[in-house]
């Protein structure tokens, strides 16, 4: 409702894989926006653990897809805003308007989010990435 309701109309929607791909599904049948692209970006790598900086990693998204579109960037948590600096940086060069939804923003995120549904300090855990995945716990029982 947060972008509806602000009359923004983005031409593509942008998911940061992994976190935000299941907002930016939900986002783009909201907003019936039928261009759903993602890009995915290493930073984390545990609980409050990350690389010294967010990696792109391929398939890289072309340029040339995004062109002079209206991009609104989805992820599920603006944390450190690494990850979303990233995108916006790489989007800006190439877009009409680029901003960024998120579930949550943390206080110390160095991008402020247009939309947001909550603000918080805390870890926030997801359903979609709050166990360990499958394969590990079937490589430790010998499944596989």
């Known amino acids: 409702m947060l972008v509806a309701g602000s009359g923004y109309r983005p031409g593509i929607i942008l998911g940061?894989?992994?976190?935000?791909?299941?907002?930016?599904?939900?986002?783009?049948?909201?907003?019936?926006?039928?261009?759903?692209?993602?890009?995915?970006?290493?930073?984390?790598?545990?609980?409050?653990?990350?690389?010294?900086?967010?990696v792109m990693l391929p398939p890289l998204l072309s340029a040339v897809d995004i062109a002079g579109a209206r991009v609104l960037?989805?992820?599920?948590?603006?944390?450190?805003?690494?990850?979303?600096?990233?995108?916006?940086?790489?989007?800006?060069?190439?877009?009409?308007?680029?901003?960024?939804?998120?579930l949550y923003e943390k206080p110390r995120s160095l991008v402020k989010c247009e939309y947001v549904w909550k603000r918080t300090g805390h870890w926030v855990n997801f359903p979609w990435s709050s166990q360990a995945p499958v394969v590990t716990h079937l490589r430790s029982s010998s499944l596989v």
């Open 16 to 54: 940061i894989a992994r976190g935000g791909l299941l907002p930016a599904g939900a986002m783009a049948y909201a907003l019936d926006v039928k261009n759903l692209f993602m890009m995915s970006i290493e930073f984390y790598t545990g609980v409050d653990e990350r690389l010294d900086f967010p």
């Open 73 to 102: 960037v989805v992820d599920d948590v603006a944390d450190t805003g690494g990850t979303l600096k990233l995108v916006k940086d790489f989007c800006a060069e190439h877009v009409a308007d680029v901003r960024c939804a998120v």
